[in-house]
Every structure is written in C-alpha cells, then in structure tokens.
C-alpha cells in the first residue's frame, strides 16, 4: 500500500532503538478515527495493512481498543486477518490489547472501582 504522502517517514521502519520512526498510515489513520469503512477497504485492497504500526508501536487493533471503537474491533475480529499477530501486538509502553482494555479512560471514571471494571470487561466482550 502506498501512503497517500511520501515523505521518507511513512514507511514502515524500525529505528533500531526499540521504536518506530514517527509515521501515519492511512489505515492507522482510519482506525484511530473509528472510519470503519476507510479501514475495511484498505484490508480489501492491502491485506497486510494490519500490520502497520505508528510511531508507539500501536496497530489498528491497539487503536481500535484504545478510542473504544467497538464495531471497528469487531470487524477485525470477524475478519480473519491472514497474521493473527496483529492481535498479539504489544506496543512500544509494553502494553497489549488486554492492558489497554482494562485502563480505565478519564472520560469514564467511575466513584467505584468495581463499576469501572464492570464496563471494561462489557466493553472488551463487545
């Protein structure tokens, strides 16, 4: 897939100091959007797309789970992607899909901890 922009930085490149250089994908765009169409055509056109990763390591799954956009992550997971490691990925903090679903975001703070939990596990069961 080639990025709508060339600039020398968008292509998918480690560092070499444990990082990825600073660079957006169109498709890592989408997703942090939650533009579900946007993404589903990329996968269509450029299956490998999925494994794309912005510059704190995060893929589409991460960025789907970290602006809680849960049709956008059930889509992927419906999807079958052909490398099932984009479910797998752990991004540059050390942090996996898990991790990011059970951090609870200031938007959603709850008085209790247990109320919070209960809507990180509904959400994360979609």
Not at 23 to 34: C, H, Q, Y
């Amino acid at each position: 897939m080639t990025p709508l922009a060339d600039d020398g930085e968008s292509k998918k490149a480690f560092n070499g100091k444990g990082g990825f250089k600073n660079r957006e994908t169109p498709i890592l765009i989408a997703a942090r959007n939650g533009i579900i169409e946007m993404v589903e055509r990329i996968l269509q056109v450029s299956p490998m797309a999925i494994l794309d990763r912005d510059s704190e390591g995060n893929n589409i799954v991460l960025l789907s789970v970290k602006n809680r956009h849960t049709e956008l992550y059930k889509l992927l997971v419906k999807r079958n992607p052909l490398d099932e490691s984009a479910f797998h990925a752990i991004d540059a903090k050390g942090n996996s899909v898990l991790h990011v679903a059970a951090t609870l975001d200031d938007r959603n703070a709850f008085p209790l901890a247990s109320l919070g939990m209960q809507w990180e596990i509904k959400w994360f069961k979609g």
